[in-house]
């Protein structure tokens, strides 16, 4: 892992690769490969997962949340992902920051310039 620091996660789900990639008797053995991306294009977690359900999510999530930790890096306070409603309530829970960013945001008590200073 890198040591860099990321305010930002993408949050990206593939099912093309499953598809094609890990069959046995022709059968796919994962469901999804999910890529979650800092603001700097780089890869921070990469894994398949059987199914969409978030806990596929939650053990990456928390030892990502432990390597960040252990080298003095924040987590991250914002959350991209092309399933918000279904994601945003899961992400809030696993990330009190993101959580008391998006209450900022909520209570319009973030400005426009803090916002674009934080991107």
Request: with cysteine; charged share 25%.
């Amino acid at each position: 892992m890198k040591k860099r620091s990321g305010k930002e996660l993408g949050w990206d789900a593939s099912y093309k690769t499953c598809k094609v990639l890990s069959r046995i008797e022709g059968n796919s053995l994962y469901k999804a490969l999910i890529t979650a991306t800092n603001e700097f294009g780089e890869i921070r977690i990469q894994f398949m997962t059987v199914s969409d359900g978030h806990d596929q999510m939650f053990v990456q999530l928390r030892e990502f949340k432990l390597t960040q930790n252990l080298y003095g890096l924040p987590l991250p306070t914002h959350f991209s992902t092309d399933n918000v409603t279904n994601d945003r309530p899961f992400f809030l829970e696993m990330f009190p920051g993101a959580r008391a960013k998006q209450t900022q945001y909520d209570n319009n008590q973030v400005s426009v310039s803090s916002a674009n200073d934080a991107s």
